[in-house]
């Protein structure tokens, strides 16, 4: 299925995702149509249209099939069943969609795939949250199975005989108990998968994290990682060809003495890749555009011997006039309206050398 300029791509889902994805197809010549319950979410603004619905109204979603040329999801946390409906212009595919949902169902998965995982548990129960930390020690993170994201549904254990006070504190959700692995440093590989399965992908930034929250991402990564990357992409493209996936997948690694070892895989664009819109010869969100509608895929190469890029959180957004000024500096504001703490209200990236 290939869709001509012109045409309208739906995106699920109204955060920053979905508006840069939006940006990218209008430079490709494409309408977006965007689909969200919230009342004025930041990627409507840059969008043709917009329907405001909630993700299980199988109607509107039928209708805004209809209107749509093909759809795509700019974040995970959708259920699947809701989805059914529009599967036949959906890329990527609810199998994608899927095993992101489920941390318990993904590690398995990426096991199957070739890609290791750290040591874990699944907690159903108060026996299990006390058999976790018995056989993996502390400290220890528990995460809901389902809907967690930017250190949401977490919670550490690092006391001994605190487990079930732990998981008390994430509401005895379903969740995975996971043992703190001893690494480097933290990279992605971001890999786009055409409908053909061509694949390409680009330099895995280094990201830094605080809170749980991506603040950094910077390319190159370092020695650690680039001796690493060779085997972590081809975990990611594994990922990627065994989903039958359509569009850019990312996937998150910690750089360990003995390897790389599978974070997480987030099924859609990526935070760690908005380097790439400014530092590489196509960004991320233009070649999920490509893949989606059919095209060939864009040169990942990047254009600049260094970029980073950091997340403006909450009120940091308020120092856009000195980072505009900033010479060298590419300053992204999302446009949400009220900054929160932890809030991603926008990026700035920054480009060093040629």
């Given at each position: 299925?290939?869709?001509?300029?012109?045409?309208?791509?739906?995106?699920?889902?109204?955060?920053?995702?979905?508006?840069?994805?939006?940006?990218?197809?209008?430079?490709?010549?494409?309408?977006?149509?965007?689909?969200?319950?919230?009342?004025?979410?930041?990627?409507?603004?840059?969008?043709?249209?917009?329907?405001?619905?909630?993700?299980?109204?199988?109607?509107?979603?039928?209708?805004?099939?209809?209107?749509?040329?093909?759809?795509?999801?700019?974040?995970?946390?959708?259920?699947?069943?809701?989805?059914?409906?529009?599967?036949?212009?959906?890329?990527?595919?609810?199998?994608?969609?899927?095993?992101?949902?489920?941390?318990?169902?993904?590690?398995?998965?990426?096991?199957?795939?070739?890609?290791?995982?750290?040591?874990?548990?699944?907690?159903?129960?108060?026996?299990?949250?006390?058999?976790?930390?018995?056989?993996?020690?502390?400290?220890?993170?528990?995460?809901?199975?389902?809907?967690?994201?930017?250190?949401?549904?977490?919670?550490?254990?690092?006391?001994?005989?605190?487990?079930?006070?732990?998981?008390?504190?994430?509401?005895?959700?379903?969740?995975?108990?996971?043992?703190?692995?001893?690494?480097?440093?933290?990279?992605?590989?971001?890999?786009?998968?055409?409908?053909?399965?061509?694949?390409?992908?680009?330099?895995?930034?280094?990201?830094?994290?605080?809170?749980?929250?991506?603040?950094?991402?910077?390319?190159?990564?370092?020695?650690?990682?680039?001796?690493?990357?060779?085997?972590?992409?081809?975990?990611?493209?594994?990922?990627?060809?065994?989903?039958?996936?359509?569009?850019?997948?990312?996937?998150?690694?910690?750089?360990?003495?003995?390897?790389?070892?599978?974070?997480?895989?987030?099924?859609?664009?990526?935070?760690?890749?908005?380097?790439?819109?400014?530092?590489?010869?196509?960004?991320?969100?233009?070649?999920?555009?490509?893949?989606?509608?059919?095209?060939?895929?864009?040169?990942?190469?990047?254009?600049?011997?260094?970029?980073?890029?950091?997340?403006?959180?909450?009120?940091?957004?308020?120092?856009?006039?000195r980072l505009v000024a900033e010479p060298g500096a590419h300053v992204h504001i999302y446009g949400k309206g009220e900054p929160r703490p932890g809030r991603k209200m926008g990026h700035v990236t920054r480009l060093g050398g040629a």
């Amino acid at each position: 299925m290939r869709v001509e300029p012109g045409g309208t791509i739906g995106i699920i889902g109204g955060g920053q995702l979905g508006r840069m994805l939006a940006v990218a197809a209008a430079q490709l010549g494409y309408k977006c149509h965007v689909f969200a319950p919230d009342a004025d979410p930041c990627a409507a603004g840059v969008a043709a249209r917009f329907t405001r619905a909630a993700y299980s109204d199988a109607d509107a979603l039928s209708a805004f099939a209809e209107a749509v040329d093909v759809a795509t999801y700019e974040f995970e946390n959708i259920p699947a069943s809701s989805l059914a409906a529009i599967h036949a212009k959906l890329r990527p595919g609810v199998a994608s969609l899927q095993i992101g949902q489920d941390r318990a169902i993904e590690k398995q998965f990426i096991k199957r795939c070739g890609g290791r995982v750290g040591k874990w548990m699944a907690v159903d129960t108060e026996a299990d949250a006390r058999t976790a930390e018995d056989q993996l020690g502390l400290p220890l993170v528990l995460k809901t199975r389902r809907l967690g994201y930017d250190g949401k549904g977490q919670a550490w254990s690092r006391v001994a005989g605190s487990a079930v006070e732990t998981w008390d504190s994430i509401e005895r959700q379903p969740a995975v108990a996971e043992a703190r692995v001893d690494f480097e440093v933290e990279f992605s590989v971001i890999v786009a998968r055409s409908a053909e399965g061509m694949v390409a992908t680009w330099d895995p930034p280094m990201n830094e994290h605080r809170d749980g929250i991506l603040r950094r991402s910077s390319v190159p990564a370092g020695e650690i990682v680039e001796a690493q990357q060779e085997e972590a992409i081809r975990i990611a493209t594994g990922i990627a060809e065994s989903l039958g996936h359509i569009g850019v997948l990312t996937v998150e690694f910690f750089a360990c003495a003995d390897g790389p070892i599978v974070n997480e895989v987030a099924p859609r664009v990526h935070n760690s890749g908005h380097w790439t819109i400014e530092a590489a010869a196509t960004s991320q969100f233009e070649q999920h555009i490509r893949a989606v509608c059919g095209l060939p895929l864009g040169s990942t190469q990047r254009i600049t011997a260094r970029a980073s890029m950091e997340n403006l959180l909450g009120n940091e957004v308020d120092g856009w006039p000195r980072l505009v000024a900033e010479p060298g500096a590419h300053v992204h504001i999302y446009g949400k309206g009220e900054p929160r703490p932890g809030r991603k209200m926008g990026h700035v990236t920054r480009l060093g050398g040629a």
